[in-house]
């Protein structure tokens, strides 16, 4: 499928690293959705209920049409420009080992395609992939297993060209390292009729100067299989509480353990609201964690925020007109002392569904944060 932006869609703004302030870094954060609510597969008990579920999994990914997405996604981005870009759940997925129309679709290069169209601007310079499995899967319904259907999910980094920058090099410190990231180590799993599999999450990071100043920069998806596209925001079980907590504390343990002073920054899908409360003395919540060990959550700097700041989460078939967002997972936490900030809430409008042929880019919208130092 060819991508091509609308006559009418404005182009990039002109800036460069040349001409920005000194001390100011720009970032965005988005979760890209796979295009389905995997959890009814991810519990199925035997294999009739797996087969359906799966069958309905990839029927919606289809419907929701990635490309047509990622032309959006790559509007959004190219509109902001931001110095680094951090995507959480960009996924790949194969049938009997390759790509192919339908849901069978690398959704990072297919972004990477997108992007072109306005400027080819960015470059990947770091990703971890989490989960990963495959599944026998009875395709035309005889009751064969006669198809192999793969699912990879990654965090991914992406860097303007105009900066320079390397993977952060989390070396023996990360246990259980995955192509630029690490995998966490304490992780949940289902099993399914095929086997278990391993509800892997993780973190990947960059390390950049950027006018003048030196960052590392994560990006992060924790534990959120309980409430995974659910609009209603109850208290998280406790079960899922514990990886969540268990997860972002390796994080932070990690990042403290590194030598060097950059500023850091950490970003992603938290699954985590302000105001989630401790299950337990040992639980405690992302947002919690990060604001109690020295980082500071971007949107509580700016003086004028986005109201309400929502980020999550649209309809499955992100088809509703009116926006579904009624809470914000999705965060910029900083390291330091920033003398000015501006976020802003990215993927919320009109024309972002326009753009994607009458959908929404992502269950997720994205945030967006100028910081300068």
Known sequence: MQLAPPAWAEPPPERNAATEPAGQIAVLTHNLFVGADL??????????????????????????????????????????????????????????????SGPYRNHLDLLLQALKLFGD????????????ATFPVDLDRN??????????????????????????????????PSQDGCVYGVVDHADLPNGRVIMEHGYTGVDLAVNGRDYRVVTTRVEDRDRQLSNTPEPIDPLFATFQSFQTSELITLIESMPGGPTVIVLGDLASRPEDEAVGPLVVPPHTILSTNGFRDVAKLDPSPPAPGHTCCQAVNLRKKKPQLN???????????????????????????????????????????????
């Open 39 to 100: 959890r009814p597969a991810l519990s199925a008990t035997d294999q009739p209920t797996f087969q359906t579920e799966l069958r309905k999994a990839l029927d919606q990914i289809a419907d929701n049409r990635f490309p047509l997405r990622a032309v959006s996604l790559a509007h959004e981005i190219a509109q902001a420009r931001p110095h680094v870009v951090a995507l959480q759940e960009v996924f790949d997925i194969r049938l009997n080992g390759a790509n192919a």
């Open 121 to 132: 601007e960015y470059r990947v310079v770091s990703q971890v992939r989490t989960l990963s």
């Open 143 to 176: 009751g064969s297993l006669e198809a192999q259907v793969s699912l990879a999910d990654h965090n991914v980094l992406l860097v303007r060209k105009d900066i320079p920058a390397a993977p952060t090099p989390f070396g023996p410190k990360c246990n259980r």
């Open 327 to 373: 809470r914000r997972p999705d965060h910029v936490f900083v390291t330091g002392t920033p003398v000015e900030v501006q976020t802003d809430i990215l993927g919320d409008t009109s024309l972002d569904r326009l753009l994607a042929g009458g959908r929404w880019p992502s269950d997720h919208a994205a945030v967006f944060a100028t910081l300068r130092y």
